[in-house]
Each structure stands twice: as C-alpha cells, then as structure tokens.
C-alpha cells in the first residue's frame, strides 16, 4: 500500500461515513462492486480516473476531495455526550480550515500570540476565569458584547461549523495542533445562547485541561466538563456584575428578572438560574416558580424539567435548544470576524485568488464572488 492509495481511500472512506452511506449503497450509486470499493477503501488499489469522478459524483464532492491528503489534526480536544460518527470528517474540515488559517496570517504577516496561555489554573476555575478576563482587557463588571472578537482579539481563531448534532456543541485545538481555536455548532436549532456558552467554555479547556488535547480521547471527564462549565459562566457573568444587576431588578418578578439579567450578559436564563441556585440566593424551587410565571406571562411551558437534579449532580444540562430559549438572541449576536477580515485583504492585495479565497472559507467559487460584491467600504 502507498500513500497515495492510503489517503485515497482515507478520503472515500471518511466521506462516505460522514453521509451514513454503507459500502453497497456508495459502490452501487458509482457503477462499481462492493468489493472494489472496499479496496479502494483499504488502499489496496489506486482506482481509475473514470471510477474516482464517478466515486466524486456520487459523494457529491470535487475529485480535488478525494485525492488530496488531508492533514492529521492532532492536538484537538473532541468530546460529545453521545458518539459523533461524522467525528473523522470534521477534524479533517477543521484541519483544513486550519491550514488556510493559519497560511494567510502567515502570508500577511498577521499572526496574533495567544494573549491568555500564562493565566495561572492552581487557584480554579472561577479565578482563571476573572485573570482571564483581566488580561483579554475586560473590567470586572463589564458583560461580553461579542465573545467571537474579543478571542480573536487575544489570538484564539474562531470557526462557525452548523452540523445537525445536538449532541455535539463543539471542540477547542490547542496550539501545538495549529490553534488555539474554537469550533461552535451553529446548527439552527441550538441556541445563540449555547454558542456563546460553548466558546466560552473551551477557551476553559484551553486554559484548564491543556493535558485533554490528545486526538484518540473522545470521552467526557465529568470533573473537567464542570471545570471548564463554572469558568464559562464566570467568564461571561462575573459574580459581582451579577450581584449588581440581580439587586437592581429586585422590583420586578423572577420572570422579568431572570430575562433582563439573561440579555445582559448574553447567557441563557437557564445559566441565570444555575447561578441563582449555586449562589444560595434561592433554592432550586425557583425553576418551578419561573415555569410557573413564564406559563402564565406566555402560554407556554419550557422543557426544564430535569434541571434541578442536573444542578446536584453539579453539570449544565445538555438541552440548550433555540425553541426552548426565551426571549432569545439572534444570528448576528455571535459573528466571527477576522477570517473574513484576513480573506478580504489577501484579495484587494492580490495575494490570493478568488478560488483560493472560496477554498479558505469553504464557499464555492459563485458564492464567493457573490459575498466579494457585497462587501461595502
């Protein structure tokens, strides 16, 4: 077996994974036996051009996918509540995007140092989260307006990646794998609240489980998962912003409260209530007592059930769905920006193509030229 074959296969393999196609269902829409396919697959043979374009169109990808080796992304911190088959396809999409990353802020001379790497993790948590927020400039009290810039500010590239998962939030790569860089789900389903969270929390993995980032780990240590939990909430609502807010809307009912609190900070009004619970400011009869007060301010009833007993065992639950999230925020709350920013630079300065530019990005060459003519001064 050479390489070539090997990646190949690797490539034909992971694609046809990624669309829950068996070996039969792709080597019957391609023309070919089964049994060729699982060659190819295996790297035992280099198929002909005409069986690759057939394999490409079936897949519904360029031939350029199938032929080019994908880089191996190591150092990566990939956990999910429940198994990710497509988990192969995206660390490779991820690689990529890494790649082109990283090769234009070479090429422009805009590499930014990861500006949080020497917060100090002794004292937990909650404290790396206020140092953190010290040194990405933020006062003690200030909410943060946009999550996406402010990591981008401090060298941590930020990818929007939707994938219809609900089980799978995100992934954070340390540096040594290209990074430090987050990946949000940005399915439609899950909360803005949500995206906002997760980026936060695996700026937490980053700079609490630096030793988490090994590629074969796809398991969730509990204690981490809660580690890095009460620092993204620390990190996005700081105790004595908090504090402040929640005493200033003491006229109002919880309903209003919980919502305005949740706004400001831009967290969902499951973590306002967490935080409510967590601080001894009320017990955990207050999820009963919002349902109870939104059903009747609303007509409707919020699936949060199993909050109380999430909150013993000491973990935000999983289901931050966009339906479920009150009041809530919208796309253009969480938008990254200096990828875009890079990309359109590298094109007015001619330092890449227009095809180029699409393959950073991840358009085809028409939506790239489409978003180039949108672009204002």
Known sequence: MNSENASIGANISRLRAERKLTQEQLASRAGITRVALGKIERGAVLPRAATLTSLAKSLEVPVKDLVEPVTLLEGVRFRSGKR??????????????????????????????????????????????????????????????????????????????????????????????????????????????????????????????????????????????????????????????????W??????????????????????????????????????????????????????????ADEPQALERGEFAWNWRRAEEPDGLSRHDFVEDRLWWLVRRALEEGVVSLGRAAEIVGLNIEQMRLRAKAWSR
């Open 84 to 245: 990710v088959h497509t988990r192969e396809q995206i660390l490779a999409e991820v690689a990529k995007w890494l790649d082109g990353y990283n090769w234009l802020e070479g090429t422009l001379d805009e590499s930014r140092p990861f500006g949080l790497s020497r917060i100090p993790k002794k004292d937990g948590p909650l404290e790396a989260a206020r140092l953190a927020r010290e040194a990405a400039g933020l006062n003690p009290s200030e909410p943060v307006r946009d999550v996406c810039g402010l990591l981008e500010k401090c060298g941590v590239k930020v990818l929007l990646y939707p994938t219809q998962r609900e089980s799978f939030f995100g992934l954070s790569v340390s540096a040594q794998g290209g990074g430090p860089a987050v990946l949000v789900n940005t399915w439609e389903r899950i909360s803005v609240e949500r995206w906002i969270f997760t980026t936060a929390h695996e700026l937490g993995h980053l700079l609490l489980h630096p030793e988490e980032f090994r590629r074969e780990e796809s398991n969730e240590p509990k204690a981490t998962e809660r580690e890095a939990d009460a620092f993204a909430s620390e990190f996005l609502m700081p105790e004595v912003a908090f504090d402040r807010e």
């Open 247 to 304: 005493a200033d809307t003491w006229g109002h009912p919880l309903v209003t409260r919980v919502l305005k609190v949740k706004r400001l900070f831009r967290v969902s009004y499951k973590t306002v209530l967490y935080r409510l619970v967590s601080s001894g400011r009320e017990t955990k009869s207050v999820w009963a007592a919002f349902q109870s007060q939104h059903r009747a301010l609303f007509g409707k009833t919020l699936k949060s």
